[in-house]
């Protein structure tokens, strides 16, 4: 079949959204012919990939749609994103229209970005129409606003107040969900969102997974400190500074390392925070590539995960597919994919409860070698669960129970 995709963001060379809709219509390619529109600042990386791939050119036909960009407006209002994002999806629109005269789309799907506020234009195609995975439907914990510093705060809290007004007021969302063949939910939470919103049931696909490949992985035995790996943006919402808090309360302090990867806003913040902690065993390697960050991960023995507000996260299933048991927030996406096996679920009740509670989870892993490594062996098993090629299966059937 001829699949029309609408695919903002895609790279074969990054995580995140363009990870995501690089992955989905790569494992897709394999089924139907696939007309995928993209933003034009991935075209360099989507050239690159294909002139040392030239073999993997065949079910893919690429076209790319320049977005308007203002900087400085963007520092100033960050959901100013949102006005040029919608600007460039009716673009896609016309572009789509004069698309579909030449090819005939047997399929349109909407694939990303997966946040459920811009749902795009193309569902009055009047085609068969997927949408998703869609996700963004969650509210940042409010007792756990002022953690993330005076500007986190506020941003998080008007963050939240939109949100609520979009779910309950937007037209145009409300349409493109009841245009809509099938749907895609990111998470149960965000299932459970639609359905209690718009009486709509969804199919739950992830949007996150990783390659399958085999490997020989097997859980590494811990002698010496406990190695705590910590890896996203040093942005409020991430929220290190849980963890930072987090160690001086734990009984084997002194006995444990944090690794921590990446940068941001937060990064100086976080590391006066630390020194004023007294946390000493503690190295802040910056940003570094994909290969050097597995590394240190996999020289880990846990990965620590606080985000506040995301749905999941690619790194998510590349620590489980390590072997390193995970504590998280029990929370969003997060919740969904981290069980007793694999590891363990935070519950958020104030900040004082979470800090105190994290705490006692790496004593927990640090005091029980058992534990750690059964949850390390439940981290790999777990990890299999989530690769982008059982994923493309689930969508082709999608796209084959649509065209019938």
Known sequence: MKILVNCYACSPYKGSEPGMGWNFVKCLSKYHELHIITESKFQEDLDKYFN??????????????????????????????????????????IFSQELDKHYHFDI????????????????????????????????????????????????????????????????????AINSSNILISATKDDHDKILKLWNKKSIIIPEVGFTSQENNILPRKRNGNLKICWSGLHIPRKSLNLLLEAIPLCKNKENIELHIIG?????????????????????????????????????????????????????????????????????LGFANVITDNCGIKIDIKSKAQLINNLSKAI?????????????????INRSKEFSWESKAKIINNIYLQISK
């Open 263 to 331: 940068d941001g806003e937060c990064n100086s913040k976080w590391k006066k925070m630390a020194k004023r902690l007294q946390i000493n065993n503690i190295k802040w390697y910056g940003w570094v590539d994909r290969e050097t960050a597995m590394n240190i991960m996999q020289q880990s023995h846990i990965f620590t995960i606080t985000s506040l507000s995301d749905a999941t996260s690619t790194v998510l299933l590349e620590a489980l597919s390590l072997g390193l048991p995970v504590i998280a927030l029990n929370h």
């Open 52 to 93: 040392e791939n030239p073999e993997e050119k065949r079910n893919y036909n690429f076209y790319f749609l320049k977005r308007e960009r203002h900087n400085l407006l963007r520092k100033i209002y960050p959901p100013s994103y949102y006005w040029f994002y919608k600007k460039w999806q009716k673009k896609v629109l």
């Open 363 to 379: 004593d927990n892993i640090y005091e029980n070698e058992d534990l750690r490594l059964h949850l390390a062996n439940g981290a």
């Open 108 to 175: 349109i799907h909407q694939l990303n970005m997966i946040g459920y506020r811009e749902p795009g234009y193309l569902y009055k195609l009047n085609k068969p129409f997927v949408w998703g995975p869609i996700g963004g439907f969650n509210i940042t914990p409010w007792s756990l606003l002022s953690s993330m510093g005076i500007y986190g705060c506020i941003f998080y809290f008007c963050r939240n107040i939109i949100n609520l007004y979009q779910m309950h007021n937007s037209k145009r969302i409300r349409t």
